[in-house]
C-alpha cells in the first residue's frame, strides 16, 4: 500500500479532519484515507452531466446563439 506525506496543511484543517475523524470513531489517518478514496472514485462532473445530457435525449437539438460580442484586448493600468 502506498504512503504520501502532506506538508503545509494549515492547523485549522487539520483540526477539522481529528474533529471529523473523532464524529466517525475513526482514526485521523483512516478518515484521510476515506476522504481521498471516495474523491479519487467520485464522479466526473464532465461525464456526469454528458451522461445526463444523453439520458435527455442528448443537447443536438439545443438552440447555440451566435456570439455577437467582438474579443478586445485587456489593458492593464
Given amino acids: 500500500m502506498a504512503s504520501i506525506i502532506v506538508r503545509g496543511l494549515d492547523e485549522?484543517?487539520?483540526?477539522?479532519l481529528a474533529e471529523q475523524a473523532r464524529e466517525h470513531g475513526r482514526s485521523m489517518e483512516a478518515e484521510v484515507r476515506?476522504?481521498?478514496?471516495?474523491?479519487?472514485?467520485?464522479p466526473n462532473i464532465g461525464i456526469?452531466?454528458?451522461?445526463a445530457a444523453q439520458a435527455v435525449?442528448?443537447?443536438?437539438?439545443?438552440?447555440?446563439?451566435?456570439?455577437t460580442d467582438v474579443a478586445r484586448?485587456?489593458?492593464?493600468e
Fill in 34 to 42: 476515506d476522504i481521498l478514496t471516495r474523491a479519487a472514485r467520485g
Fill in 73 to 76: 484586448a485587456v489593458e492593464f
Fill in 57 to 67: 435525449g442528448g443537447v443536438d437539438d439545443l438552440p447555440v446563439p451566435a456570439r
Fill in 48 to 51: 456526469a452531466l454528458m451522461e
Fill in 12 to 16: 485549522s484543517v487539520k483540526q477539522q
